[in-house]
């Protein structure tokens, strides 16, 4: 559910398909489309680094890119370059050589659940040209709108489907795909049917016994939603690890970032010379090209951050914590967080309104963020 301020119901310009007309900044809208998912819309704002272009869904970011000098193409949100680093981490059924340097004719077998503007998925079969990826898209028109206004393959490599993920995985066959690229933030909040222990074990039926989950997360760092998140992961897989997109401060806990957690049955040792575009794109460092565009500048420095990004304190504190069990008293939650379920039952039910309150605060946080970076004329106009 959408906050007040942003239910469709109270803003008019929400029931037409019209195209507002451009701003005084040349700010537009290239498409809109109310949805299944909410109110979908591509815009484009020259003002802000150059020149953005993004999808929305009603007041959250899907994704966007760039498309000033020098960074023309590259996404503005570096987590979804994360979770395409994926095919990074050491697999333990390959033998030492390509445990080392990777395979840049592997033909990996791959399932995306939530597209966004596909950033993950694009970079993905970019270093991996012989893959192929399911995608699993609640909402057609995200995909309509990926593929027309952020260049997302529509190709044989590609299977685009407009269907719920938890349901595909619950009629899929055991042990199908290498990596499980999952990303269904927005609006400030996740489906909880997607990221419950159930789901979560659909997750891993469907991978092959060295698959790789990798699983995009924004909110506060120690929020309950966060532990508990984590907790519900760690009951499924053994090894998780966790990469906000930036530095993580200590000091302030209100602090709102973007994650992404990766799961598996083994150790997760990230290689980056695993990546087979790393040495074959040498020069992507340069930040421009002879025609203005993007050499995946951003994605360099996304991969050079990366060991510097791990942050497994917030796994530490949930496997040095005293179990879910522990959690309620006095109506509020232990801070280690519970196991997200389909159904609580008994003593867990308290915990959902306490999650259902955290979450409301989740979104005030995320709608601060979406106004602070973009403004609030962006929002208002659109």
């Not at 057609?140 to 709108?145: A, C, F, L």
């Not at 795909?177 to 419950?196: A, I």
């Not at 159904?343 to 309150?357: A, P, S």
Request: aromatic share 10%; charged share 20%; with cysteine.
């Amino acid at each position: 559910m959408s906050l007040v301020y942003y239910e469709t119901q109270v803003i008019p310009q929400f029931h037409s398909t019209k195209l507002p007309e451009p701003t005084l900044k040349s700010q537009r809208v290239l498409e809109k489309a109310y949805s299944n998912t909410g109110l979908i819309s591509v815009a484009e704002d020259p003002t802000i680094h150059g020149g953005i272009r993004v999808m929305r869904c009603d007041h959250s970011v899907l994704g966007g890119i760039f498309l000033g000098e020098g960074y023309r193409g590259d996404s503005v949100y570096g987590c979804f370059y994360i979770l395409g680093f994926v095919a990074g981490f050491e697999r333990f059924s390959e033998n030492e050589q390509v445990k080392q340097t990777g395979n840049p004719d592997a033909a990996y077998q791959v399932l995306n659940i939530g597209l966004g503007i596909g950033v993950a998925a694009s970079m993905f079969l970019q270093q991996h040209p012989k893959s192929h990826i399911d995608v699993l898209e609640l909402d057609p028109n995200v995909i309509r709108m990926a593929v027309t206004h952020f260049n997302f393959p529509n190709t044989t490599q590609t299977n685009l489907l407009a269907a719920d993920g938890r349901a595909f995985m619950e009629k899929s066959p055991a042990k199908v795909y290498d990596y499980v690229l999952h990303d269904v933030f927005t609006n400030g909040g996740v489906s909880g049917r997607l990221v419950s222990l159930e789901a979560l074990e659909q997750a891993k039926r469907v991978l092959v016994d060295d698959g790789i989950l990798a699983l995009n997360f924004a909110g506060t760092m120690y929020s309950q939603s966060t532990l508990s998140l984590v907790r519900t992961i760690k009951t499924v897989f053994p090894y998780v690890a966790c990469y906000p997109e930036g530095p993580v401060n200590l000091t302030d806990p209100t602090a709102f970032y973007n994650m992404a957690f990766f799961a598996s049955a083994h150790p997760l040792n990230f290689n980056p010379t695993r990546l087979p575009d790393i040495h074959a794109r040498a020069n992507a460092k340069k930040k421009t090209t002879s025609d203005g565009g993007s050499m995946g500048h951003m994605r360099m420095h996304m991969l050079e951050t990366l060991p510097s990004l791990r942050h497994d304190d917030v796994i530490e504190r949930v496997e040095l914590g005293t179990g879910e069990a522990a959690g309620v008293l006095g109506g509020g939650i232990v801070g280690n967080g519970v196991v997200l379920r389909d159904r609580f039952v008994g003593v867990h039910r308290q915990i959902v309104g306490e999650l259902e309150k955290e979450e409301r605060v989740n979104r005030k946080a995320h709608w601060d963020v979406m106004v602070q970076l973009f403004g609030a004329e962006f929002w208002l106009m659109f």
